[in-house]
């Protein structure tokens, strides 16, 4: 079926270290993407997104690539800082509401 | 605070009980979502609900049943549960179901545990 996934479901990293998190998704007629990141004991929180037509967009410390030739998504994010500590999901649009992956927990150490 | 409200944030149920969970959005959206998070699962649709008229249900048992009074409530309402319910409910809210501007907004879940 149609889904959207996540290649790891940890990734640790160094505070000032840059951070890279990977999703697959199958669905190629997806033409929109999140990057939520949810805290412990909250809900998701989007982060940045991007359309099918772009194929790298760029927020505060944060990066989004996409590459639609190998349905693939990517998360970077610049000088971790161990506030980034969380649970990173990437989101598809399937036009009457968002897919999710399972997630990657991003764990930061000082 | 997200502009999306859940209540209670913790709750504790008997399998033979029945209890409501409730969503409140101030943000002016038109569609609302339940979401259902388990342990090492993603995120699992569970109904959508466009201009207060449900567009989706995603084969959801019946002992789920969602009620949308008007397009800033919405409630879950629980009944006969089982164990394997237990899981965090997150409510979101957008514009419009087909949203492809800063997608979602989410509350903080409700964390049920069904005994």
């Known amino acids: 079926g149609e889904s959207v996934g996540l290649h790891l479901p940890t990734l640790s990293v160094q505070e000032g270290d840059n951070s890279i998190i990977n999703c697959a998704y199958s669905?190629?007629?997806?033409?929109?993407f999140i990057w939520y990141k949810q805290e412990s004991g909250k809900g998701p929180q989007f982060i940045i997104d991007?359309?099918?037509?772009?194929d790298k967009r760029q927020g505060q410390r944060v990066t989004v690539l996409l590459n639609k030739t190998v349905k693939h998504l990517s998360l970077q994010i610049a000088a971790t800082q161990p506030g980034d500590s969380a649970v990173y999901f990437c989101?598809?649009?399937?036009?009457?509401?968002?897919?999710f992956g399972k997630g990657t927990t991003l764990s930061v150490s000082s | 605070e997200t502009g999306v409200t859940q209540t209670p944030r913790h709750l504790v149920m008997g399998m033979t009980n029945k209890k409501s969970l409730k969503c409140e959005q101030h943000?002016?959206?038109?569609?609302m979502y339940w979401y259902k998070q388990s342990a090492k699962k993603p995120l699992e649709l569970m109904f959508v609900?466009?201009?207060?008229?449900?567009?989706e249900n995603n084969s959801v048992p019946s002992r789920f049943s969602p009620e949308c009074p008007n397009s800033s409530h919405l409630f879950l309402h629980l009944h006969t549960l089982q164990p394997e319910d237990s899981a965090l409910y997150l409510c979101?809210?957008?514009?419009?179901?087909?949203?492809?501007?800063?997608?979602?907004?989410f509350g903080s879940g409700t964390r049920l545990t069904v005994v």
């Open positions: 979101a809210s957008s514009q419009d179901p087909g949203q492809t501007t800063y997608g979602y907004t």
């Open positions: 991007i359309r099918s037509n772009m």
């Open positions: 943000l002016g959206h038109n569609a």
């Open positions: 669905n190629s007629a997806s033409d929109y």
């Open positions: 609900y466009n201009f207060k008229e449900q567009t």
């Open positions: 989101a598809e649009n399937a036009g009457t509401a968002l897919i």
